[in-house]
Protein backbone atom coordinates (compact mmCIF):
# COMPACT_ATOMS: atom_id res chain seq x y z
CA UNK A 1 0.00 0.00 0.00
CA UNK A 2 1.03 3.56 -1.11
CA UNK A 3 1.61 5.57 2.37
CA UNK A 4 1.38 9.30 2.14
CA UNK A 5 2.17 11.64 5.17
CA UNK A 6 0.76 14.93 4.18
CA UNK A 7 1.92 18.51 5.20
CA UNK A 8 4.33 18.18 8.24
CA UNK A 9 7.14 19.73 8.77
CA UNK A 10 9.69 17.93 7.35
CA UNK A 11 13.05 17.57 9.55
CA UNK A 12 15.40 15.42 7.19
CA UNK A 13 19.18 17.45 7.40
CA UNK A 14 21.00 14.59 5.57
CA UNK A 15 18.78 15.45 2.54
CA UNK A 16 18.47 19.07 2.96
CA UNK A 17 15.04 19.03 3.55
CA UNK A 18 13.86 21.27 5.86
CA UNK A 19 10.27 22.51 5.85
CA UNK A 20 6.60 21.54 5.13
CA UNK A 21 5.91 18.54 2.77
CA UNK A 22 5.25 15.35 1.93
CA UNK A 23 6.33 11.88 2.60
CA UNK A 24 5.71 8.58 0.54
CA UNK A 25 6.22 5.07 2.09
CA UNK A 26 5.16 2.02 -0.22
CA UNK A 27 6.61 -1.66 0.46
CA UNK A 28 8.46 -0.87 3.87
CA UNK A 29 10.83 2.00 2.28
CA UNK A 30 10.43 6.10 1.55
CA UNK A 31 9.61 6.85 -2.00
CA UNK A 32 9.59 9.23 -4.18
CA UNK A 33 6.05 10.92 -4.86
CA UNK A 34 4.28 9.05 -7.47
CA UNK A 35 3.32 10.85 -10.66
CA UNK A 36 -0.28 10.58 -10.23
CA UNK A 37 0.12 11.50 -6.22
CA UNK A 38 -2.45 8.85 -5.45
CA UNK A 39 -2.34 7.09 -2.17
CA UNK A 40 -3.86 4.20 -0.04
CA UNK A 41 -3.85 5.86 2.77
CA UNK A 42 -3.31 9.53 4.06
CA UNK A 43 -1.94 10.62 7.23
CA UNK A 44 -2.42 14.03 7.98
CA UNK A 45 0.56 15.87 9.41
CA UNK A 46 -0.71 19.15 9.17
CA UNK A 47 0.98 20.98 12.47
CA UNK A 48 3.60 18.50 13.01
CA UNK A 49 7.03 17.82 12.87
CA UNK A 50 8.49 14.40 10.83
CA UNK A 51 11.64 12.89 11.82
CA UNK A 52 13.31 9.26 10.92
CA UNK A 53 12.50 6.83 13.29
CA UNK A 54 15.52 7.44 16.33
CA UNK A 55 18.44 5.61 17.14
CA UNK A 56 19.97 5.07 20.65
CA UNK A 57 23.65 3.93 20.20
CA UNK A 58 24.05 3.34 24.52
CA UNK A 59 21.35 1.27 26.07
CA UNK A 60 21.65 -1.46 28.67
CA UNK A 61 18.29 -3.30 27.40
CA UNK A 62 19.37 -7.01 27.46
CA UNK A 63 21.66 -9.56 28.95
CA UNK A 64 23.37 -11.15 32.20
CA UNK A 65 23.51 -7.78 33.97
CA UNK A 66 20.36 -6.58 33.08
CA UNK A 67 18.44 -9.84 34.02
CA UNK A 68 20.86 -9.32 37.37
CA UNK A 69 19.25 -6.09 38.24
CA UNK A 70 15.64 -7.37 37.94
CA UNK A 71 16.21 -10.07 40.21
CA UNK A 72 18.13 -7.86 42.48
CA UNK A 73 15.38 -4.92 42.67
CA UNK A 74 11.55 -6.80 42.20
CA UNK A 75 9.95 -3.95 43.68
CA UNK A 76 11.09 -1.56 40.80
CA UNK A 77 9.70 -3.60 37.94
CA UNK A 78 6.16 -3.79 36.57
CA UNK A 79 4.91 -7.20 37.13
CA UNK A 80 1.42 -6.12 37.49
CA UNK A 81 1.63 -5.06 33.88
CA UNK A 82 0.30 -7.50 31.75
CA UNK A 83 2.51 -9.11 28.97
CA UNK A 84 1.79 -12.08 26.27
CA UNK A 85 1.70 -14.91 28.00
CA UNK A 86 4.08 -16.94 25.19
CA UNK A 87 6.87 -14.36 24.84
CA UNK A 88 9.97 -16.16 26.04
CA UNK A 89 10.43 -14.08 29.13
CA UNK A 90 6.92 -13.88 30.06
CA UNK A 91 7.72 -14.86 33.53
CA UNK A 92 10.38 -12.27 34.20
CA UNK A 93 9.57 -9.37 36.95
CA UNK A 94 9.89 -6.95 34.06
CA UNK A 95 9.61 -8.35 30.80
CA UNK A 96 11.36 -6.82 27.65
CA UNK A 97 8.20 -6.89 25.82
CA UNK A 98 7.82 -3.63 27.40
CA UNK A 99 10.90 -1.85 26.11
CA UNK A 100 10.01 -2.13 22.71
CA UNK A 101 6.95 -0.37 23.04
CA UNK A 102 8.09 2.37 25.07
CA UNK A 103 11.11 3.19 23.33
CA UNK A 104 8.03 3.01 19.92
CA UNK A 105 6.24 5.54 22.18
CA UNK A 106 8.99 8.26 21.96
CA UNK A 107 9.35 7.58 18.11
CA UNK A 108 12.74 5.61 18.30
CA UNK A 109 13.05 2.74 16.11
CA UNK A 110 16.73 1.61 16.42
CA UNK A 111 18.73 0.59 19.78
CA UNK A 112 22.23 -0.46 20.88
CA UNK A 113 23.14 -2.72 23.53
CA UNK A 114 26.36 -2.35 24.03
CA UNK A 115 27.73 -4.48 26.06
CA UNK A 116 27.18 -8.19 25.35
CA UNK A 117 29.93 -10.65 27.26
CA UNK A 118 30.97 -13.15 24.22
CA UNK A 119 30.06 -15.98 26.38
CA UNK A 120 26.64 -14.96 26.88
CA UNK A 121 25.82 -14.05 23.52
CA UNK A 122 22.81 -16.49 22.72
CA UNK A 123 21.11 -14.93 26.14
CA UNK A 124 21.88 -11.81 24.81
CA UNK A 125 19.79 -12.25 21.28
CA UNK A 126 17.35 -14.50 22.64
CA UNK A 127 16.19 -11.50 24.73
CA UNK A 128 16.47 -8.72 22.34
CA UNK A 129 14.42 -10.85 19.97
CA UNK A 130 11.47 -10.57 23.07
CA UNK A 131 11.90 -6.69 22.22
CA UNK A 132 9.04 -5.59 20.16
CA UNK A 133 8.88 -2.97 17.12
CA UNK A 134 12.19 -1.94 17.24
CA UNK A 135 15.29 -3.42 15.70
CA UNK A 136 18.44 -3.58 17.85
CA UNK A 137 21.96 -4.23 17.55
CA UNK A 138 25.00 -4.93 20.38
CA UNK A 139 28.52 -4.73 20.69
CA UNK A 140 30.61 -7.21 22.22
CA UNK A 141 33.22 -6.79 24.76
CA UNK A 142 36.83 -7.36 24.35
CA UNK A 143 40.02 -6.19 26.05
CA UNK A 144 40.12 -7.87 29.60
CA UNK A 145 39.84 -11.60 28.37
CA UNK A 146 42.84 -14.19 28.44
CA UNK A 147 43.73 -14.84 24.84
CA UNK A 148 43.30 -11.43 23.72
CA UNK A 149 46.17 -10.02 26.39
CA UNK A 150 48.06 -12.86 25.93
CA UNK A 151 48.29 -12.09 22.17
CA UNK A 152 49.11 -8.60 23.12
CA UNK A 153 51.97 -9.56 25.74
CA UNK A 154 53.15 -12.00 22.96
CA UNK A 155 53.54 -9.30 20.38
CA UNK A 156 51.02 -10.78 18.01
CA UNK A 157 50.90 -9.50 14.63
CA UNK A 158 48.76 -7.12 13.79
CA UNK A 159 46.40 -9.73 11.61
CA UNK A 160 46.17 -12.20 14.01
CA UNK A 161 44.67 -9.76 16.49
CA UNK A 162 42.26 -8.48 13.47
CA UNK A 163 41.56 -12.26 12.95
CA UNK A 164 40.42 -12.47 16.56
CA UNK A 165 38.64 -9.62 16.90
CA UNK A 166 36.48 -10.63 13.16
CA UNK A 167 35.36 -14.13 14.75
CA UNK A 168 34.43 -12.78 18.02
CA UNK A 169 31.90 -10.05 15.94
CA UNK A 170 31.06 -12.39 13.93
CA UNK A 171 30.32 -15.37 16.26
CA UNK A 172 28.42 -13.16 18.63
CA UNK A 173 26.15 -11.44 15.73
CA UNK A 174 27.55 -8.00 17.08
CA UNK A 175 27.42 -4.74 15.20
CA UNK A 176 30.68 -3.26 16.76
CA UNK A 177 33.78 -3.45 19.59
CA UNK A 178 33.38 -2.17 23.19
CA UNK A 179 36.03 -2.26 25.68
CA UNK A 180 35.23 -1.68 29.55
CA UNK A 181 37.99 -0.32 31.84
CA UNK A 182 40.77 -1.91 29.38
CA UNK A 183 42.30 -4.89 31.50
CA UNK A 184 40.96 -3.78 34.76
CA UNK A 185 38.90 -7.14 35.10
CA UNK A 186 41.78 -9.01 34.95
CA UNK A 187 43.62 -6.79 37.32
CA UNK A 188 40.96 -7.35 39.78
CA UNK A 189 41.41 -11.02 39.72
CA UNK A 190 44.81 -10.18 41.40
CA UNK A 191 43.72 -7.78 43.68
CA UNK A 192 43.83 -4.59 42.07
CA UNK A 193 41.55 -1.55 43.27
CA UNK A 194 42.85 1.52 41.43
CA UNK A 195 43.74 1.13 37.32
CA UNK A 196 44.83 3.54 35.19
CA UNK A 197 45.25 4.07 31.59
CA UNK A 198 49.11 3.64 31.72
CA UNK A 199 48.93 0.91 34.45
CA UNK A 200 49.74 -2.44 33.78
CA UNK A 201 48.11 -5.93 34.14
CA UNK A 202 49.73 -8.24 36.42
CA UNK A 203 50.86 -11.28 34.96
CA UNK A 204 50.17 -9.90 31.15
CA UNK A 205 52.44 -6.77 31.44
CA UNK A 206 50.16 -5.01 28.99
CA UNK A 207 48.74 -1.29 29.57
CA UNK A 208 45.66 -0.23 29.42
CA UNK A 209 46.97 2.00 26.57
CA UNK A 210 48.39 -0.51 24.97
CA UNK A 211 45.30 -2.89 25.02
CA UNK A 212 42.69 0.43 23.79
CA UNK A 213 45.44 1.32 20.89
CA UNK A 214 45.35 -2.86 19.75
CA UNK A 215 41.69 -2.78 19.38
CA UNK A 216 41.33 0.39 18.03
CA UNK A 217 43.93 -0.02 15.40
CA UNK A 218 41.79 -3.23 15.01
CA UNK A 219 38.68 -2.03 14.52
CA UNK A 220 39.68 0.38 12.33
CA UNK A 221 41.85 -2.15 9.70
CA UNK A 222 38.53 -4.37 9.82
CA UNK A 223 36.27 -1.79 8.90
CA UNK A 224 34.00 -1.82 11.37
CA UNK A 225 31.66 1.03 10.80
CA UNK A 226 31.45 1.83 14.62
CA UNK A 227 34.63 3.33 15.98
CA UNK A 228 36.12 1.39 19.18
CA UNK A 229 33.28 1.97 21.57
CA UNK A 230 35.53 2.69 25.11
CA UNK A 231 34.52 2.67 28.69
CA UNK A 232 37.64 4.51 30.04
CA UNK A 233 39.32 3.80 33.36
CA UNK A 234 38.44 5.62 36.51
CA UNK A 235 34.56 6.28 35.99
CA UNK A 236 33.19 8.13 38.83
CA UNK A 237 36.12 9.02 40.20
CA UNK A 238 37.05 13.12 41.37
CA UNK A 239 40.00 13.65 38.76
CA UNK A 240 38.33 11.57 36.31
CA UNK A 241 38.19 14.65 33.65
CA UNK A 242 42.03 13.67 33.50
CA UNK A 243 41.79 10.37 32.48
CA UNK A 244 39.46 11.41 29.75
CA UNK A 245 41.37 14.13 28.60
CA UNK A 246 44.41 11.35 27.94
CA UNK A 247 42.26 8.72 26.22
CA UNK A 248 40.93 11.31 23.83
CA UNK A 249 44.77 12.60 23.45
CA UNK A 250 45.14 9.08 22.67
CA UNK A 251 42.98 8.63 19.95
CA UNK A 252 45.74 9.90 17.52
CA UNK A 253 43.56 10.41 14.76
CA UNK A 254 41.97 7.32 14.59
CA UNK A 255 38.23 7.09 15.29
CA UNK A 256 37.69 6.62 18.87
CA UNK A 257 34.21 6.79 20.72
CA UNK A 258 34.09 7.59 24.11
CA UNK A 259 30.80 5.99 26.13
CA UNK A 260 29.24 8.10 28.86
CA UNK A 261 31.76 11.00 29.32
CA UNK A 262 29.95 12.66 31.82
CA UNK A 263 30.60 10.20 34.41
CA UNK A 264 34.02 11.60 33.69
CA UNK A 265 33.39 15.21 33.87
CA UNK A 266 34.51 15.66 37.86
CA UNK A 267 37.11 17.62 38.70
CA UNK A 268 38.81 18.20 42.20
CA UNK A 269 38.27 21.98 43.21
CA UNK A 270 36.27 23.25 45.96
CA UNK A 271 35.93 22.12 49.64
CA UNK A 272 33.87 18.85 48.48
CA UNK A 273 37.32 18.33 46.15
CA UNK A 274 34.17 17.44 43.61
CA UNK A 275 33.55 20.04 40.47
CA UNK A 276 32.24 20.36 36.88
CA UNK A 277 35.22 20.07 33.81
CA UNK A 278 32.79 19.37 31.48
CA UNK A 279 34.06 22.87 29.97
CA UNK A 280 37.66 21.74 29.61
CA UNK A 281 36.13 18.13 28.14
CA UNK A 282 33.71 19.92 25.79
CA UNK A 283 36.84 22.34 24.07
CA UNK A 284 38.81 18.88 24.10
CA UNK A 285 36.13 17.54 21.82
CA UNK A 286 35.64 19.90 20.12
CA UNK A 287 39.01 20.04 19.09
CA UNK A 288 39.74 16.78 18.38
CA UNK A 289 37.12 15.56 15.43
CA UNK A 290 38.02 11.90 15.35
CA UNK A 291 36.65 11.42 18.69
CA UNK A 292 32.44 11.23 19.31
CA UNK A 293 31.03 10.84 22.61
CA UNK A 294 27.68 9.94 24.20
CA UNK A 295 27.02 11.76 27.13
CA UNK A 296 25.37 9.66 29.80
CA UNK A 297 23.01 12.15 31.22
CA UNK A 298 22.20 12.07 35.05
CA UNK A 299 18.52 13.32 35.75
CA UNK A 300 16.82 12.88 39.43
CA UNK A 301 15.70 9.78 40.95
CA UNK A 302 15.87 5.98 41.68
CA UNK A 303 18.01 3.98 39.40
CA UNK A 304 20.55 1.16 39.21
CA UNK A 305 23.96 0.79 37.76
CA UNK A 306 24.71 -1.70 35.58
CA UNK A 307 28.23 -2.07 34.56
CA UNK A 308 30.95 -5.00 33.49
CA UNK A 309 33.37 -2.71 34.61
CA UNK A 310 33.73 -4.41 38.20
CA UNK A 311 36.46 -2.43 39.74
CA UNK A 312 34.25 -0.02 39.85
CA UNK A 313 30.88 -1.54 40.83
CA UNK A 314 32.84 -3.35 43.58
CA UNK A 315 34.26 0.18 44.90
CA UNK A 316 31.04 1.66 44.36
CA UNK A 317 28.91 -0.86 46.79
CA UNK A 318 29.06 1.13 49.77
CA UNK A 319 26.89 3.95 47.97
CA UNK A 320 23.93 1.20 46.72
CA UNK A 321 20.34 2.23 47.72
CA UNK A 322 18.97 0.22 48.57
CA UNK A 323 21.38 -1.14 50.63
CA UNK A 324 22.30 -4.50 48.36
CA UNK A 325 24.16 -5.30 45.24
CA UNK A 326 25.27 -7.89 43.12
CA UNK A 327 28.96 -7.73 42.44
CA UNK A 328 30.40 -11.32 40.13
CA UNK A 329 33.47 -12.24 38.45
CA UNK A 330 34.12 -14.07 35.15
CA UNK A 331 36.31 -15.44 32.79
CA UNK A 332 37.60 -12.09 31.08
CA UNK A 333 34.15 -10.11 32.21
CA UNK A 334 32.36 -9.72 35.48
CA UNK A 335 30.51 -6.66 36.95
CA UNK A 336 28.22 -5.50 39.24
CA UNK A 337 24.59 -4.41 39.81
CA UNK A 338 24.52 -1.05 42.27
CA UNK A 339 21.22 0.48 42.49
CA UNK A 340 21.48 4.50 43.20
CA UNK A 341 19.33 7.26 43.61
CA UNK A 342 20.47 10.43 42.17
CA UNK A 343 18.95 13.13 44.87
CA UNK A 344 19.18 17.27 44.36
CA UNK A 345 21.65 17.26 46.81
CA UNK A 346 25.47 19.10 46.13
CA UNK A 347 26.89 15.63 44.08
CA UNK A 348 23.77 14.82 42.54
CA UNK A 349 22.92 18.36 41.48
CA UNK A 350 26.60 18.83 39.83
CA UNK A 351 26.72 15.56 38.38
CA UNK A 352 23.06 16.64 36.25
CA UNK A 353 24.68 19.97 35.26
CA UNK A 354 28.21 17.92 33.93
CA UNK A 355 26.00 16.16 31.19
CA UNK A 356 23.75 19.37 30.38
CA UNK A 357 27.26 21.38 29.89
CA UNK A 358 28.81 18.39 28.02
CA UNK A 359 25.46 18.57 25.55
CA UNK A 360 25.24 21.86 25.63
CA UNK A 361 29.59 23.33 25.29
CA UNK A 362 29.90 20.64 22.29
CA UNK A 363 29.88 22.36 19.20
CA UNK A 364 29.02 19.30 16.96
CA UNK A 365 25.50 17.81 16.94
CA UNK A 366 27.07 15.06 14.74
CA UNK A 367 29.78 14.13 17.06
CA UNK A 368 27.86 13.93 20.61
CA UNK A 369 24.93 11.46 21.25
CA UNK A 370 22.00 11.70 23.53
CA UNK A 371 22.06 8.83 25.90
CA UNK A 372 21.64 8.43 29.47
CA UNK A 373 23.04 5.15 29.20
CA UNK A 374 20.51 3.64 30.59
CA UNK A 375 19.80 2.66 33.51
CA UNK A 376 23.31 3.86 34.81
CA UNK A 377 22.20 7.56 34.46
CA UNK A 378 18.35 7.67 34.58
CA UNK A 379 16.01 5.55 32.67
CA UNK A 380 15.24 5.80 28.71
CA UNK A 381 12.05 6.95 29.94
CA UNK A 382 13.40 10.08 31.28
CA UNK A 383 14.34 11.02 27.64
CA UNK A 384 11.31 13.15 27.21
CA UNK A 385 12.46 15.72 30.33
CA UNK A 386 15.77 15.45 28.79
CA UNK A 387 14.74 16.81 25.76
CA UNK A 388 13.10 19.65 27.39
CA UNK A 389 16.07 20.45 29.56
CA UNK A 390 18.10 20.66 26.19
CA UNK A 391 15.71 22.61 23.81
CA UNK A 392 14.37 25.39 26.60
CA UNK A 393 16.44 27.03 28.60
CA UNK A 394 14.04 28.60 30.67
CA UNK A 395 13.03 25.09 32.15
CA UNK A 396 16.84 24.48 32.97
CA UNK A 397 16.73 28.00 34.94
CA UNK A 398 13.41 27.06 36.80
CA UNK A 399 14.95 23.46 38.18
CA UNK A 400 18.70 25.25 38.43
CA UNK A 401 17.00 27.23 41.04
CA UNK A 402 15.69 24.04 43.02
CA UNK A 403 19.52 22.73 43.25
CA UNK A 404 22.55 23.85 45.80
CA UNK A 405 23.87 27.21 44.92
CA UNK A 406 27.14 25.63 45.75
CA UNK A 407 27.23 23.25 43.14
CA UNK A 408 25.71 25.33 40.42
CA UNK A 409 28.94 27.71 41.36
CA UNK A 410 31.68 24.74 40.27
CA UNK A 411 29.85 24.63 36.60
CA UNK A 412 28.62 27.22 33.67
CA UNK A 413 25.21 25.71 33.36
CA UNK A 414 23.39 28.45 34.55
CA UNK A 415 25.36 31.32 32.21
CA UNK A 416 24.59 28.89 29.26
CA UNK A 417 21.97 30.21 26.73
CA UNK A 418 22.36 27.56 24.05
CA UNK A 419 18.89 26.14 23.02
CA UNK A 420 18.95 23.14 20.65
CA UNK A 421 16.74 23.12 17.65
CA UNK A 422 14.73 20.54 16.06
CA UNK A 423 17.60 20.12 13.04
CA UNK A 424 20.03 19.55 15.38
CA UNK A 425 17.58 17.05 17.68
CA UNK A 426 17.53 15.22 14.32
CA UNK A 427 21.29 15.37 14.01
CA UNK A 428 21.93 13.95 16.91
CA UNK A 429 19.61 11.29 17.54
CA UNK A 430 18.69 10.37 14.06
CA UNK A 431 21.57 11.37 11.13
CA UNK A 432 24.84 11.02 13.49
CA UNK A 433 24.16 7.68 15.16
CA UNK A 434 22.81 6.30 11.84
CA UNK A 435 26.35 7.06 10.13
CA UNK A 436 28.51 6.43 13.34
CA UNK A 437 26.89 2.97 13.06
CA UNK A 438 27.10 2.46 9.61
CA UNK A 439 23.61 2.35 8.88
CA UNK A 440 23.28 4.00 5.66
CA UNK A 441 19.05 3.31 4.95
CA UNK A 442 17.97 4.65 8.08
CA UNK A 443 18.63 7.41 10.11
CA UNK A 444 16.89 9.70 6.76
CA UNK A 445 14.11 10.51 5.25
CA UNK A 446 15.52 10.21 1.54
CA UNK A 447 13.90 7.88 -1.09
CA UNK A 448 15.25 4.39 -0.57
CA UNK A 449 15.47 4.60 3.44
CA UNK A 450 13.98 1.98 5.76
CA UNK A 451 10.49 3.79 6.43
CA UNK A 452 11.33 4.54 9.94
CA UNK A 453 9.52 7.41 10.94
CA UNK A 454 8.72 9.70 13.48
CA UNK A 455 5.61 11.89 13.89
CA UNK A 456 5.38 14.87 16.56
CA UNK A 457 1.81 17.08 17.22
CA UNK A 458 3.43 20.45 18.19
CA UNK A 459 3.16 21.48 21.82
CA UNK A 460 4.82 23.95 23.80
CA UNK A 461 5.24 21.40 26.30
CA UNK A 462 8.51 19.66 24.40
CA UNK A 463 8.61 16.54 27.07
CA UNK A 464 5.25 15.57 26.34
CA UNK A 465 5.71 16.32 22.28
CA UNK A 466 8.25 14.24 22.09
CA UNK A 467 7.48 11.67 24.76
CA UNK A 468 4.49 10.67 23.26
CA UNK A 469 4.73 10.33 19.01
CA UNK A 470 1.19 11.31 16.87
CA UNK A 471 2.21 8.16 14.71
CA UNK A 472 5.28 5.96 14.13
CA UNK A 473 6.07 3.88 11.33
CA UNK A 474 8.55 0.62 11.44
CA UNK A 475 9.25 -0.55 8.30
CA UNK A 476 5.96 1.17 7.05
CA UNK A 477 3.48 -0.63 9.69
CA UNK A 478 2.06 1.64 11.72
CA UNK A 479 3.18 0.71 15.12
CA UNK A 480 2.00 4.03 17.93
CA UNK A 481 -0.78 6.46 16.90
CA UNK A 482 -1.55 9.63 19.70
CA UNK A 483 1.35 7.95 22.10
CA UNK A 484 0.06 4.00 22.50
CA UNK A 485 1.05 1.13 20.30
CA UNK A 486 -1.35 0.11 18.37
CA UNK A 487 0.50 -2.96 16.49
CA UNK A 488 3.05 -5.28 17.37
CA UNK A 489 5.99 -6.81 14.92
CA UNK A 490 9.58 -8.34 15.22
CA UNK A 491 12.48 -6.34 14.65
CA UNK A 492 15.79 -7.80 13.68
CA UNK A 493 19.72 -7.70 15.62
CA UNK A 494 21.71 -5.58 13.36
CA UNK A 495 24.88 -7.18 12.59
CA UNK A 496 28.45 -7.82 10.86
CA UNK A 497 29.89 -10.68 9.15
CA UNK A 498 33.71 -10.61 9.31
CA UNK A 499 35.70 -13.47 7.94
CA UNK A 500 38.68 -14.28 10.00
CA UNK A 501 41.29 -16.40 8.68
CA UNK A 502 40.71 -20.27 9.00
CA UNK A 503 44.40 -20.72 10.90
CA UNK A 504 42.97 -18.34 13.67
CA UNK A 505 39.77 -20.72 13.67
CA UNK A 506 42.11 -23.43 14.58
CA UNK A 507 43.63 -21.63 17.22
CA UNK A 508 40.35 -20.17 19.05
CA UNK A 509 39.46 -24.39 18.35
CA UNK A 510 43.05 -25.48 20.34
CA UNK A 511 42.70 -22.68 22.70
CA UNK A 512 38.83 -23.42 24.16
CA UNK A 513 39.62 -27.50 23.81
CA UNK A 514 42.73 -27.27 26.58
CA UNK A 515 40.90 -24.06 28.08
CA UNK A 516 37.10 -25.38 29.65
CA UNK A 517 37.49 -28.58 27.70
CA UNK A 518 35.05 -27.89 25.03
CA UNK A 519 34.56 -27.06 21.37
CA UNK A 520 34.59 -23.96 19.56
CA UNK A 521 31.16 -24.73 18.86
CA UNK A 522 30.05 -23.93 22.43
CA UNK A 523 30.68 -20.08 21.95
CA UNK A 524 28.47 -19.70 18.71
CA UNK A 525 25.16 -20.35 17.46
CA UNK A 526 22.96 -21.32 14.29
CA UNK A 527 20.90 -18.07 13.53
CA UNK A 528 18.08 -20.81 13.92
CA UNK A 529 18.30 -20.35 17.56
CA UNK A 530 16.97 -17.23 17.49
CA UNK A 531 13.17 -18.07 17.34
CA UNK A 532 11.93 -15.22 14.44
CA UNK A 533 11.61 -15.41 10.67
CA UNK A 534 14.40 -12.89 9.98
CA UNK A 535 16.13 -12.26 13.14
CA UNK A 536 19.19 -10.71 11.94
CA UNK A 537 19.92 -7.76 9.49
CA UNK A 538 23.25 -7.82 7.91
CA UNK A 539 25.88 -4.44 7.45
CA UNK A 540 28.83 -4.22 5.60
CA UNK A 541 31.94 -3.61 6.60
CA UNK A 542 33.68 -0.38 5.13
CA UNK A 543 35.75 -1.50 2.05
Known amino acids: MLTRIAGGDIVDPVNGRLGEGDLWIADGVIVEAPADGEAGRTVDASGCVVMAGAIDIHSHIGGGNVNTARLLLPEQHSAHLPRPAMT ?194 AELVNTTPEVTVDVGQVMFGQTVTVSSDILRQFSARGSAHPKKTVIHDGD ?68 IAELPASAMALTTLPSIEREYTFEEIAIMTRAAPAKLLGLSDRGHLGAGAVADVAVYRRDADIAKMLGEAAYVFKDGDLVVKDGAVVHYRWGRALRLKPVPDKAMVRRLEAYHQQRYGLSLGWFDFPDTAIAREQPFGEVPCRS
Open 88 to 281: PLSNAGWSTFQTGCLYARMGFTTVVEPAMAPGAALHTHLELADIPIIDKATLVILGNDDFLLSMIRDDASATMIEDYVAWTVASTRALGVKVINAGAAAAFKENVRTFSLDDTVPSYGVSSRRIVKTLQAAVDRLGVPHPLHVHCNNLGSPGSAGTAAATIAAAEGQPLHLAHLQFYGYGTQGKRKFSSEAARL
Open 332 to 399: GNGGGIVPYRYGKDFYGALQWAIGLELFLLTDDPWRVFFTTDHPNGAPFTAYPALFELLMNRQARAEL
